[in-house]
């Protein structure tokens, strides 16, 4: 997909549908330059048709204009936004995802835009909103389809009429574009089934990453990581033939400072509950468990491409838990990399046991903060439903920065406690640990598990078991894998440069 930015609006008139907000309320539209453009280009048609239909500004509202050659785009959608005053780059984001979802019904494959670009917020952030929420809106899956595949939108041309801003908005929208093809990689990853992106597949698109400046990727086999004794990894990875990769990406951005960032990713290609088998009935979704490994590796991507000065380590355990003769059995207990000791009460919660290992190898080579993400509980989906992300924390300043990002990125993620007493939970009779807490605080106990393993350095943790994947489309999120929190993470290491 290409986007370009121009100032001539002629261009964006002559793509195949051209898209316009409309607001209500105190922004009246004789000041809207767009519509005042467009009115004069279609005989007065906007106007006429907002003053029979005033509820088209509304918020969310789309409605589809055909052009009769007055044009030579054949559609032009009007996008309801609401109070001018009350836009957010977050309704912006979700309105152009919305809109676009429209334009593909009616096999649009290329798009003007001709918009309000200057809100009550930054200009850069109204401008990566509307192209965020355009490609990631316009993204689909249908690799696996033989007939039945939708042509793929494959130009955006968004106007800025002001010259002077053309390569602002240039430079914005190419940063953009970086962020939004990870996002879309990441997708891609979560939504192929679990017999192509295995443990070395993953290996093999982390290897494609060396190429960046700065990076070094590193895969260690089965061989390797027995030589790690890294127990709790291996105790999951046993059950299954397909054979484990832990991957470990280093990005030194700058080589002056001691500060590292590590991004831990649970990687399970799939997950059947292993001897704790799971009911049959949504095991097939199961193949999004690499969820968290797909968001960290796509976050590298586009690190690797804006080459920001900080430190970012990325570590990647990828296996599948499989039910098996040479599986783990409930209450075998093993012995982490770490020296701590787990019995493992029920296979099914592996995410934990891989991450255990992982958040402890990062410690070993030399992060000083770390941020694991996961398709961890099931608990979180009973939480905090398909919405919001949970977050688990033992330090304030590195919650409070991650909080900070994903409130500017839109992906909503909300903090859970993690008091003392609900150690409790996981103590085992005959180990130091057991993997699960029982059925209060599922969520909670589950990250303090891993917090065990932190070395008391600031930690936080991002449980996506209920965002990571969709049952139906919403604003610039469609069904399937959404790609959630690769945003934040890619901001989070940009911000961290500051
Ligand atoms: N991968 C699952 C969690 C999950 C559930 C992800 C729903 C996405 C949607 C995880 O490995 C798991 O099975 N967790 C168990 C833990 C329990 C056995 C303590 C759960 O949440 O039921
Ligand atoms: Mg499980
Ligand atoms: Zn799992």
Redesign the pocket.
Known sequence: MSVKVISNVGDAFAQDVLMINIFGGDFTNEDNLPIKTLNKAMDDQIKQFLSNYPMAANYGEINILHTMKMLQAKSVIIVGSGKFNEMTSDKLRNLSGKAIQIAKKINAKSIGIYTNLNYNFDYADAVQAIIEGVTLGAYQFDFYKSTEKNAPLETIVLVEPDQILVDVAKAIVSKTTVVTDSVCHCRDLVNHPACTVTPTYMAQEAEKLAAYDNFTVEIMDLAAIKKLDMGAFLAVAKGSNEPPKFITIKYTGNKASDECLAYVGKG?TF?S?GI?L?PSSSMG??K??MAGAATVLTAMQAIGQLQPKVNVLAVIPCCE?MPSGHATRPGDVVKSMSGITIEID?T????RLILADAVHYATTLGATKIIDIA?????C?VALGHVASGVVSNDEQLCNALLKVAKSTGEKMWQLPNYEEYKEQFKSDIADLKN??GRMA?TIT?AMFIECFVKGLPWAHIDI??T??LKSSNGYNVKGASGVATRTLIELALDMEK
């Open positions: 399970i997950d509950g704790s799971k979704e199961m999004d468990d838990n029920n099914d919660a592996e995410g398709t961890l509980t099931g608990a989906v699960t807490g599922g589950a078991a209920g990571a994947y």
